[in-house]
Every structure is written in C-alpha cells, then in structure tokens.
C-alpha cells in the first residue's frame, strides 16, 4: 500500500513466555533461566523470546519449548510421543514498560510434563534450574530459593502465578492433571500431582472413587507396577474423557 509507511510507528516487538512446569520429588516446580543480557542480566526469568517474522505464535512457543527443554508440543490427536508435552496459550501481557527496550506484547504458553531432567541453558541464557513454586510464589514471586534475592525479570513473577493458578483450577474438571504423569500411571501417582499441585493432602479412597467414577476418564492399561513400593498396584492410562464429572474441587487450605 503506497500510503502506509511503518516508520511512522514505534517499535513493536512480540514475544512468547513459557510457563513450563513439572512434579519433582513431589513438588511443583517450574523452570527459570538466568538471563546472560541485558535488559535484567543475571537475573532469573521464565523462559521465552521474540517470535520469528515467519511464524505464529503457536509455532514460536513450541520452537521455545524445543530450545529450553527438548519437549515438543503434543498433539492431542496424536500418541502421546516420549518426550510430548502439554502445550496451551495463557494470556497476554502488554504493559508499556513492561520491557524497557521497547514496547513489547508477550503471549504467555503453559507447558507441563512429567517429572523432567536437570534443564540445560540454551540461547542467551547463562543457567537454567528448576525451582519450586512455592519458593518461586514466595513474597510476590521476589525470590528463586536460595540463589538470588532479586525479582524475576520482566513482569515475569505475574506470568508464572497465572500459570500456576491455571493449572490448579483446571485439574478439578479436566484432565490436565494426566499431563504430569507418564503413559501409565497408577491412580496413587495421579493423586500425588494433584497433591503436588495444590499443596494439600488427599483422602487416597475418596480420590480414587472420584478418578474413577467418571466413564472413559481412566482407563485400565492392563499392567501392574511395584515401583511406589508394597502390594502391586493397577495401573491405567488418560482415557478419551477430558472432563472429570463430577469435578474435584480443590480443598480451602
């Protein structure tokens, strides 16, 4: 269009934010890089960065996803590949000094996996851990366990609580909570996500009347497993129902 001149505008950036969390030795934990530029060098932040002129959001975050932890996104149509991860949108961020580049619009992505390896640094990160939410949520998010005292980056402690809070509200009616378990599971093993989850202890004979009531939710693979320990255990996998009815209601702590 000969009447549209782009330098007229200000600089506009988009990026994507991954909110990647897994269950480690019973804990929810999210992973965090040390960032090794500037703006906020040194300082911990979620992993991300600027979407690619040729390529959606969808396909940034997942290329992301790829370059931080070596998951890719899964297809819910397809078999659940060995290294798959969950891979949904979150929200938006677009505060205009939320970056003190330039203006840029962040399109937040929550990723969850089980339990994961020690993570790699990968990009222009200078370290990557995993890190307890709860340390990470502690006093507004100010503090990544015992390494740093700093903020996270960016609006970056923001991001991570709404991810976290997705998650907790979305397993008492769907089955997002399966995501953090492997292929076969036993009902103990679920149980102990959600209880990682929502930081609380579960009633193990009301949990399994509620997992297993709904048709279709869990489905028997046929196998056995003595890997928690004592009598062998039943184990399933994630059935075609994505809707836990009635839902599990998350206990007031």
């Given at each position: 269009?000969?009447?549209?001149?782009?330098?007229?505008?200000?600089?506009?950036?988009?990026?994507?934010?991954?909110?990647?969390?897994?269950?480690?030795?019973?804990?929810?934990?999210?992973?965090?890089?040390?960032?090794?530029?500037?703006?906020?060098?040194?300082?911990?932040?979620?992993?991300?960065?600027?979407?690619?002129?040729?390529?959606?959001?969808?396909?940034?975050?997942?290329?992301?996803?790829?370059?931080?932890?070596?998951?890719?996104?899964?297809?819910?149509?397809?078999?659940?590949?060995?290294?798959?991860?969950?891979?949904?949108?979150?929200?938006?961020?677009?505060?205009?000094?939320?970056?003190?580049?330039?203006?840029?619009?962040?399109?937040?992505?929550?990723?969850?996996?089980?339990?994961?390896?020690?993570?790699?640094?990968?990009?222009?990160?200078?370290?990557?851990?995993?890190?307890?939410?709860?340390?990470?949520?502690?006093?507004?998010?100010?503090?990544?366990?015992?390494?740093?005292?700093?903020?996270?980056?960016?609006d970056h402690a923001r991001i991570l609580a709404d991810?976290?809070?997705?998650?907790?509200?979305?397993?008492?009616?769907?089955?997002?909570?399966?995501?953090?378990?492997?292929p076969e599971f036993t009902v103990g093993e679920l149980?102990?996500?959600?209880?990682?989850?929502?930081?609380?202890?579960?009633?193990?004979?009301?949990?399994?009347?509620?997992?297993?009531?709904?048709?279709?939710?869990?489905?028997?693979?046929?196998?056995?497993?003595?890997?928690?320990?004592?009598?062998?255990?039943?184990?399933f996998r994630a059935g075609s129902a994505t809707v836990?009815?009635?839902?599990?209601?998350?206990?007031?702590?």
């Open positions: 269009m000969p009447s549209y001149d782009p330098s007229t505008f200000p600089p506009f950036a988009v990026t994507v934010d991954l909110v990647v969390l897994t269950v480690r030795r019973h804990a929810l934990c999210a992973l965090v890089v040390r960032r090794g530029e500037a703006p906020f060098q040194g300082r911990w932040a979620l992993p991300g960065g600027f979407v690619r002129a040729d390529e959606d959001l969808s396909a940034a975050a997942a290329r992301e996803l790829v370059e931080e932890t070596g998951l890719c996104a899964h297809d819910p149509a397809a078999p659940v590949a060995g290294n798959g991860a969950h891979l949904e949108q979150l929200a938006t961020y677009g505060a205009p000094s939320r970056d003190p580049r330039m203006r840029v619009v962040s399109v937040a992505h929550l990723a969850l996996s089980p339990d994961l390896p020690a993570p790699r640094a990968g990009g222009d990160a200078n370290g990557a851990r995993w890190a307890s939410v709860d340390d990470l949520l502690a006093a507004g998010g100010d503090t990544v366990g015992e390494e740093s005292s700093a903020p996270l980056a960016f991810g976290v809070e997705r998650a907790r509200s979305k397993i008492e009616y769907s089955s997002l909570a399966t995501a953090f378990c492997p149980r102990r996500v959600y209880e990682a989850v929502w930081g609380v202890v579960l009633d193990p004979r009301n949990f399994h009347r509620k997992v297993t009531g709904t048709p279709g939710f869990l489905v028997p693979s046929g196998g056995t497993t003595t890997r928690q320990g004592g009598r062998p255990a039943q184990l836990l009815n009635p839902p599990m209601l998350r206990p007031e702590v």
